[in-house]
């Protein structure tokens, strides 16, 4: 019997954080306002006091250079941790962590490696608007080199960071913004999920829904009021999208026939587009409905809620949409 | 090195990296890079991790004048001088990018002048000048080993040919600057020196080159007999492989 | 030892460069890295070094021609020394035995494929899942009804089926009684086939009033041995109306219309092994007596199987009858090259409003359906036929007077 605590999602990020450091001198955390403030999202809470300077650093705002400088001291050595507020502003490390750190490994024909973790949090929700909202891992998934996870709740989002941190490769670990204040039961101590295991939230029988970060969670109690109608949903939360536990994923499609994804990033050239493609040639002779998903509209995110919250995936609109297959 | 070069499996990076990211980790040699700029920010992040474990290496990155425009030199100046990291920056500055001179498209042409702005000593040599060059170097790392942080050093030179195979290197450049420049061709004037100054005669010189030469015709040799990769490698040395890791 | 000066592929996408212009000529002195041409890519000049010191011993390539990168095009070498073995490889790879034309790249033009015709698809909606089912437990598809969205047939569909029909194959003889599909069975069927995907069918009917016609050949048959029937009479009306209406009588053979000038009508009959059909030749030159005579004949002769070729050959127009069987009204198959069939169903007593004294009244309905054959005739011919045959049989008078 594991023993279960309270934590914010953002207690359990910091946790994880802190046992990582104090396990190998050698870890280092390094963003904007990660030190004296402790992070802008609380994720670092009471680090800069433990770790000093060195080991917590807070940077100008020059997202490109510190990315690059992370992987310099990647490949010399050390094991750092770099949080980038928001995918919106990996858009300006583009080179840095797309053609440098993605890519360094093999240029060098398996010279070194980027034992490297970049946290980074994707959402909407809280009228930050179109620079400050978006869920951009699709983007991210499309270059080779990267390792992509992305937990659901805030136990998975402790084990697997902690992966995350002791994985010899680049990593990129994207969290939900809207999840940080949330509190959550987590096991007590030190625990591990390793990548590549999808989740099993819950068994169904009639369709399979794969849902990505927090979208998982809201699938579960969506779940739950489709029990009342009759419908029984499978929800799986794949957690790593590269690598992406495919044979879960399968054979879940196989037994229920029916398949339905939901991701908050944009609809166009989303990671649930690629999820189909993916799978399409084990699963198509057991398909007994096309796919279907639900994801962000193909539109930035406005700034008044009266707009925003209409566009962004929620239980309600999972409800709504997994019942239509069924009653039409 | 010549192997890489040729796409071999021998090279440095066993033909995938190329001239362009042709890199010896072994000997501290973290890597050309294909991208203008981007090793600055590498190079830095080196320094800071000397400092961290304490040891006495020293960074040092080298870029053209072209790359001096790039953000990355200035946000990697700036965070190298606010912390104090052990780097110096080396400035190449042969006055053209591919073909658009410095002079057209920078405030100030002078590289070294930017150190002013960050806080950290610039001091501009002549790139031709092989002792100059040197001295100035040697400031440089004691600043950064005893702790006091990075150094910008521009090295003014001049490139005698085009950028890159195919670039002639005539439509953009005078002919009388360029004629002028080659007179001061550092191996040149250096040999001429040392020769002038009896530090070395005429047939030791000859016995040099001839030994350079050799040493790159076996290169050549080397790189030669080395044998292509197979298209099988094109999919090895992406992630490192982790003990009881899933793919 | 005599080297080559090669064309210096002097950038990724160069192939091939031009020799612009010797700066040396055979027999000068050159130093190593002095320049000895000039050659041209796409885009610019450039200076060709000599890679080692000689005497220019032979200049391979003339000013103008163009040669492909790596290929040689001069050979720098000690004053005596022979360099013939080297002359003949470089213009070997030179290909200076003969011109050799380089293939000039047509680009090939690539002709607008008719759009093919889409795969005609099933128009029923079957799952991939629900297909596999049915093929497992032997089931057609084409007995399958869907119950989601658009009548697509999910997994359920197909195992809902299947419970149901094991019940019923549970009880039948479980062995298919099989028969080979030919004779008189596949030649109707291969006509039949034929007539239905050649001629683009199109159905006009009307329903007849025949209390005239049936008070009329009572009255008459009262006194007479043979019998007229309401066929031979409808045989008598029709043919009157072919041959004043010739697009009805009409066939299209070999991109050529022939108005046909004898109306030969068939009669279609039912026999066990199947239809066959006799013809009434210029029937509208036969009384109705004469027709109801011949008609006898031609069917006795048809159900002794002793009908000849010319008994049902030369038809131009065919009738079909279904009344006995109470079949209300069906569209039959034109007989190829025939442009249209005429159907009759049964004659029913129904309720009607006749016009004159909007009263109801019982009187004998029967609906007749024409086939057309749409290449030969429209809609409005088919209407005006149909209008004469109906108007001669409501009121016979007309065809006597």
Known sequence: MIKMKKVTYAQAICEAIDEEMARDKNVLILGEDVGILGGNFKTAVGLYEKYGDLRVKDTPISENSFLGMSLGMAITGLRPIVEIMFTDFLLLAADQLLNQ?????????????????????????????????????????????????????????????????????????????????????????????PFGQANILREGKDITVIATSNLALKAVKAAEELGKEGIDVEVIDPRTLIPLDRETLIASIKKTGRLFLADEGYERVNITSEIVIDLMPDIFYDLDHPPERLCLPNVPLPFSPALEFPLIPDQEKLYKRIKKIFKG | MMAEVLGRKDGYCKGKGGSMHIMDASKGILGANGIVGAGIPIATGAAYSAKYRGTDQVAVSFFGDAASNQGTFHESINMAAAWKLPVVYVCENNLFGISVDLRKITGNPNIADRAFGYGI????????????????????????????????????????????????????????????????????????????????????VENLEKESRKLIEEAVQFAENSPFPEPEEAFEDLFYEMEGAKE | ????????????????????????????????????????????????????????????????????????????????????????????????????????????VIEKKPTQ????????????????????????????????????????????????????????????????????????GDRLSQSKFTAPHVYFTVSIDMTNVTVLLKRYNRDM????????????????????????????????????????????????????????????????????????????????????????????????????????????????????????????????????????????????TVSVDHRLIDGAIAAIFLKQVKDYLEFPEGLVL
């Open chain 3, 117 to 188: 015709e889409p795969r005609k698809e099933a128009e029923k909606r079957i799952s991939p899942r629900a297909r596999r089912k049915a093929k497992e437990l032997g089931i057609q598809i084409e007995g399958l009804t869907g119950s989601g969205p658009a009548s697509a047939i999910s997994e359920k569909d197909v195992l809902a089926y299947y419970e149901i029909h094991q019940e019923k194959i549970n009880l039948e003889d479980q062995v298919d009684k099989r028969i080979p599909y030919t004779g008189m069975r596949k030649i109707i």
């Open chain 1, 101 to 193: 750190i993605a890519k360094i490994r093999y240029m060098s024909g398996g010279q070194v490696k980027v034992p490297l973790t970049v946290r980074t949090t994707i959402g909407a929700g809280r009228s930050s608007a179109a620079q400050h909202s978006q869920s951009l891992h699709a983007i991210m998934c499309h270059i080779p080199g990267l390792k992509i996870v992305v937990p659901s709740s805030a136990a998975d989002a402790k084990g697997l960071l902690k992966t995350a941190i002791r994985e010899d490769n680049p990593v990129l670990f994207i969290e939900h913004k809207m999840e940080y204040n949330q509190s959550y039961e987590i096991p007590e101590g030190e625990y591990t999920i």
């Open chain 3, 1 to 108: 030892m005599a080297k080559y000066i090669i064309m210096p592929k002097l950038g990724f996408n160069m192939d091939q460069g031009t020799v612009v212009q010797w700066l040396k000529k055979e027999g000068d002195t050159i130093k190593e890295r002095e320049e000895v041409l000039e050659i041209e890519t796409d885009k610019t000049v450039m200076p060709v070094e000599a890679p080692c010191s000689g005497i220019l011993r032979k200049i391979l390539v003339a000013e103008g021609e163009v040669v492909p990168v790596t290929l040689p095009i001069a050979i720098i070498g000690d004053k005596n020394e022979d360099i013939s073995q080297m002359m003949e490889e470089a213009y070997q790879k030179l290909g200076k035995k003969e011109v050799i034309e380089a293939l000039k790249e047509v680009t090939p």
């Open chain 2, 121 to 204: 000593p610039g001091v501009a040599v002549d790139g031709n000048d092989v002792l100059e060059v040197y001295q100035a170097t040697h400031t440089a790392f004691v600043r950064a080993r005893k702790g006091e942080g990075p150094t910008l050093i521009e090295c003014k030179t001049y490139r005698q040919k085009g950028h890159h195979i195919g670039d002639p290197g005539t439509v953009y450049r005078l002919k009388e600057e360029l004629e002028a420049w080659k007179k001061r061709d550092p191996i040149k004037t250096f040999k001429a020196r040392l020769i002038k100054e009896e530090i070395i005669n005429k047939e030791e």
């Open chain 3, 225 to 368: 041995e043979e019998r007229i029937s309401v066929n031979d009479f409808l045989i008598f009306a029709v043919s009157r109306v072919l041959a004043e209406q010739p697009k009805m009588n009409s066939s299209l053979i070999n991109e050529e219309i022939i108005y046909h000038k004898a109306v030969n009508i068939g009669v279609a009959v039912a026999l066990e092994e199947g239809l066959i059909v006799p013809v009434l030749k210029e029937a509208n030159q036969k009384g109705v007596s004469a027709i109801s005579k011949e008609m006898r004949t031609l069917i006795r002769l048809a159900r002794e199987r002793k009908l000849m070729p010319e008994d049902y050959q030369g038809g131009t127009f065919t009738i079909s009858n279904l009344g006995m069987y109470g079949v209300e009204n069906f569209t039959a198959i034109i007989n190829l090259p025939e442009a249209a069939i005429l159907s009759l169903g049964e004659i029913k007593k129904m309720p009607v409003v006749i016009k004159e004294s909007k009263k109801v009244e019982i009187r004998s309905i029967m609906k007749a």
